[in-house]
């Protein structure tokens, strides 16, 4: 009887900790109080496939990034794959990869995902725009403390990354806090 409480104690004490963790993980600036709903629906056949990441708001759990790029696929049990590659430090550091799951929230016209790369916590990620063609997205979340301008290649020409900014600022985000995410 002892060793159950005590065994339950112990969980209790570690679950909280890691909640307080994964609190204190994803606290930044914030970047937009006023969050916009995806503006379309998504065709998901069509948003499979690789993004380059051409600008974000930093965060933790991508610093010192370069070169990154998320790959999306259709896993049997209809959840979507996704794949995390970045550089450490420039477009050549060591690589790092994150692997992870999405499911879309249901009534959501495919624009909203819960995305997970640990365990059984979800993170949320809408995709608040697309170009009509999927050329380019922009991702965010409700918190307004994460964004990422997302291209179907690597180096956009500058009208493409202009059109991006500008419809992430009539977004209502603030362009200062964005950081460019260098390419090879």
Known sequence: MKNRRALSGLIAISASALLAGCASFSAGPVGNSAIPEPAKSVDLNRYLGRWYEIGRYEAKFQKDCEAVSADYSLNENGTIKVINTCRKNSVDGKLSTAT???????????????????????????????????????????????LWMLSRTANPSQETKSTILQRVAELGYNLDLIRTTKQP
């Open 100 to 146: 992870g799951k999405a499911k879309i929230v249901k009534d959501s016209q495919n624009a909203k995902l819960k995305v997970s790369f640990f365990g059984p916590f979800y993170g949320d990620y809408w995709i608040l725009d697309r170009h009509e063609n999927y050329d380019w997205a922009i991702v965010g979340e409700p918190s307004g403390r994460y």
